[in-house]
DNA sequence: ACTGAGCGA
C-alpha cells in the first residue's frame, strides 16, 4: 500500500495536527513500554481507578484535548437497553500498526481502563483494524464515548470511532419496524431525535442520525426504530413535517439494512410493496 | 450531504 499525503484539512477549534512521524508507515514510540504478548491488555493492578484530580501525561499525546470528566453532557447517542451492564466499547477504524498499548495509552489519563483487546487475524496475526475496549463502569465508557469520539487521535491525523459493543454482548431477538427521517437540522442527535418519536410512541426503541464518516457531523437524516409496527405506520404520517429542532421532518420508509445497530436481519421494513 | 458502519473465543 502506497503512503499517500492524508488530506490536511484542519477543522476549526481543533489543534493543528501534530508533525509527521519521521518513517512512513512506523508506530510511534512508546518508550520502554514491552509490546503485549497476549491479546489482552490489561494496566498494571496497582493503578488506582478515578484520578480525574491528575494531569494527563500530555508528553506522549502531543495534541489529544483534554477530556472533560466533569461536565456532564447529555447522551449524545442513545445508549444501549440494557445498558447497567455495558462497560465495553468498540473502536474501529484502525490502523495496522496501533496496538493494544497505543489504544490503552490513548484512554490512560482516564484511569478507568479495564482492558483492551484487539482483534487479530487468526493465521497472520495482524491486526484486524478493530478492538474493544473495556472500562470499569458504564459511566466510565459513557463519558469516554461523549468525550473522545470523533475527536483527533494521538499522532496521527485521524478521529477517534467509537461506539457501544453490541453485537457479541446482548440480543434483542423483538423485530425491529424503522422509518427514515430526512431534513433533519444540523444539531439534531440520536437522542433528541428518539425522544421527539418516544413522547408520541412509547415502543421506540432507539434513534439514530447519520455521519459523515470523515467529520461525524450529520449528513441531515436519520432512522427511528418502533417495536410496534401499529405505531411505525401511525407515526409515517402523524409525524410527517412534524418539528425536530428547528426543522419539519420528512418522514418515508426505511430501506432495508442488513448490519446491525438493531437486532439484525429482523429488521422490517413498511415497504409496502413493488 | 436525503437510506445507516465497523463488533470478539
Not at 28 to 39: D, K, L, N, S
Not at 141 to 159: F, H, I, K, S, W
Not at 243 to 251: D, E, W
Request: net charge neutral; glycine share 8%.
Amino acid at each position: 500500500m502506497m503512503q499517500q499525503p492524508p488530506p490536511s484539512q484542519t477543522q476549526p477549534g481543533m489543534a493543528p495536527p501534530p508533525p509527521p512521524q519521521g518513517a512512513a508507515g512506523q508506530p510511534p514510540q512508546w518508550g520502554a513500554i514491552p509490546p503485549p504478548m497476549t491479546h489482552q491488555y490489561a494496566p498494571p493492578p496497582q493503578q488506582p481507578p478515578a484520578m480525574w484530580g491528575q494531569p494527563p501525561p500530555q508528553a506522549h499525546y502531543g495534541q489529544v484535548p483534554p477530556p472533560q470528566p466533569y461536565y456532564a453532557a447529555p447522551p449524545a447517542m442513545a445508549a444501549p437497553a440494557a445498558a447497567d451492564e455495558v462497560k465495553t466499547l468498540w473502536i474501529g477504524d484502525l490502523q495496522a500498526w496501533m496496538d493494544e498499548n497505543y489504544i490503552y495509552n490513548c484512554f490512560a489519563a482516564t484511569g478507568e481502563v479495564q482492558s483492551v483487546k484487539l482483534i487479530r487475524d487468526k493465521q497472520s496475526g495482524q491486526l484486524q483494524g478493530y478492538g474493544f475496549v473495556e472500562f470499569i463502569s458504564h459511566a466510565a465508557a459513557d463519558r469516554v464515548l461523549q468525550t473522545y469520539n470523533g475527536q483527533m487521535m494521538p499522532n496521527v491525523e485521524m478521529v477517534f470511532r467509537l461506539n457501544w459493543a453490541s453485537a457479541g454482548e446482548k440480543r434483542d431477538d423483538t423485530p425491529d419496524y424503522t422509518i427514515f427521517v430526512g431534513d433533519l437540522a444540523a444539531d439534531v442527535t440520536d437522542y433528541l431525535l428518539q425522544e421527539t418519536f418516544r413522547v408520541h410512541y412509547p415502543s421506540v426503541k432507539g434513534a439514530k442520525v447519520v455521519t459523515d464518516k470523515m467529520t461525524m457531523r450529520s449528513k441531515g437524516y436519520g432512522f427511528v426504530k418502533f417495536g410496534d409496527p401499529t405505531e411505525q405506520a401511525r407515526a409515517m404520517t402523524e409525524m410527517n413535517g412534524m418539528l425536530c429542532s428547528s426543522r419539519p421532518m420528512r418522514i418515508g420508509p426505511a430501506a432495508n439494512k442488513k448490519t446491525t445497530w438493531g437486532s439484525g436481519e429482523s429488521t422490517k421494513c413498511s415497504r409496502s410493496s413493488v
